[in-house]
């Protein structure tokens, strides 16, 4: 389809002597020609990044963009980077909006007859982006359909999804690991439609920067799973490709880069096996959105502590808490004033001086709350054996609200 498209828009950019881009619904760009006259930072950014910033999509929006029937104008702002007024037509299939070509009106006035060449244009990028819409829909709802297979904790349906996968050239056999993203959201609800869409294309960003049949997807209610085949285990190349996918998240999704995390998964030595190394990446990103100090890239093997008490049952876990720390949870309340005092406290090793700076409170405030703390709890934390208790247990607290 890319090959297509550029070619419809380098037919038109050299019938008009103009700069034509071709972008989809979502303003990521598509195709464009060389440039004839002056470009702004808006299309810099569109070439490079193959998006805008969700300031100028809005702009874009309130311009008429998503209504528009015909030829239609965006007025330059150049706060947003867009120097250059463009005009737009809409591409569409029947009534589905699926994206825009664009011409800057550095270049000139846009005339009739140049208006009719760009309707046209965009009615053949129409049907491209319709016809490979529909392809890749069916290729991708198989993809789909096995993937949710591979990942089953039935064995013969892993190991027939599995076969088919590779018989039908969706990926190549070898050894593999698994990647899960998830974005924060309401406990038991799933993602919103930008969420969704976020994790899509985080994801989609990820398999073009891959080889050819080396990575297959899946985006669930809460939460999207890469599968690479790996041949030869690289930890750098699989950080920052893990590293560019939390940042598509978070750019598409909108949230901050706390809100969204990746997690990874132990290397297996064949398909069949990727459901083990897809539980471990899902383990670590949900402890990830739960304990925000292991930072938003995760790695299973890492998790350390948090990876030991998550094979744990929940109520086990339960039954493990410090019963002092249990008085001071349910003194707390919705105010966790002392809690968080205490975790900073015992995350800094009993460092007075380092947990006061932490918490921006006077030396004098920090000793009350410990005597408090001490108080409630009934515990010393000059003991090293409460001290671990207390540390261990708000681990466990934590892990018992994740599930």
Not at 206 to 218: D, E, G, K, T
Not at 367 to 385: H, N, P, Q
């Amino acid at each position: 389809m890319a090959s297509e498209l550029q070619r419809l828009v380098d037919s038109l950019g050299a019938r008009l002597g103009r700069s034509v881009a071709l972008d989809d619904q979502n303003i990521r760009l598509l195709a464009y020609t060389a440039h004839t006259g002056d470009v702004d930072p808006a299309r810099v950014e569109s070439i490079m990044r193959r998006r805008v910033s969700p300031e100028l999509v809005a702009h874009i929006h309130a311009s008429g963009a998503l209504e528009a029937r015909g030829l239609f104008i965006v007025p330059a702002r150049p706060e947003l980077g867009l120097d250059v007024a463009r005009a737009g037509m809409p591409v569409r299939h029947e009534q589905t909006l699926l994206g825009f070509v664009w011409l800057l009106l550095s270049d000139g006035f846009v005339t009739d007859q140049e208006a009719t060449a760009v309707r046209q244009a965009a009615e053949s990028a129409a049907h491209t982006l319709h016809r490979d819409f529909l392809i890749g829909e069916l290729s991708r709802g198989r993809e789909r359909e096995l993937v949710r297979d591979l990942i089953s904790p039935d064995l013969r349906l892993r190991g027939d999804a599995a076969q088919r996968l590779i018989e039908e050239e969706l990926i190549t056999a070898g050894p593999v690991r698994a990647l899960v993203a998830i974005v924060a959201h309401e406990p038991g609800r799933p993602l919103g439609d930008q969420g969704r869409l976020a994790l899509t294309v985080g994801l989609d960003h990820a398999r073009r920067r891959l080889p050819p049949r080396s990575a297959i997807h899946l985006e669930r209610p809460d939460h999207g799973i890469l599968i690479l085949v790996q041949p030869v285990p690289s930890r750098a190349e699989t950080d920052d490709l893990a590293t560019a996918i939390h940042r598509q998240i978070t750019a598409e999704s909108g949230r901050t880069l706390q809100e969204c995390w990746v997690g990874v998964g132990e290397h297996r030595p064949a398909l069949t096996d990727v459901h083990l190394s897809y539980a471990e990446a899902k383990r670590a990103a949900d402890i990830a959105g739960t304990i925000r100090s292991l930072g938003p890239v995760v790695w299973h093997s890492g998790l350390g502590v948090y990876g030991l008490l998550a094979e744990l049952p929940a109520d086990l876990l339960g039954r493990s808490l410090h019963p002092g720390l249990r008085r001071l949870l349910d003194h707390d309340g919705g105010n966790d004033a002392l809690v968080t005092t205490l975790e900073t406290f015992l995350g800094n090793a009993g460092d007075v001086k380092r947990t006061a700076a932490s918490l921006c409170i006077h030396r004098a405030s920090l000793y009350y709350r410990l005597r408090r703390i001490e108080e409630i709890a009934s515990v010393d934390l000059s003991s090293g054996d409460d001290r671990l208790a207390l540390h261990l247990g708000l681990k466990v607290a934590r892990l018992i609200r994740l599930r």
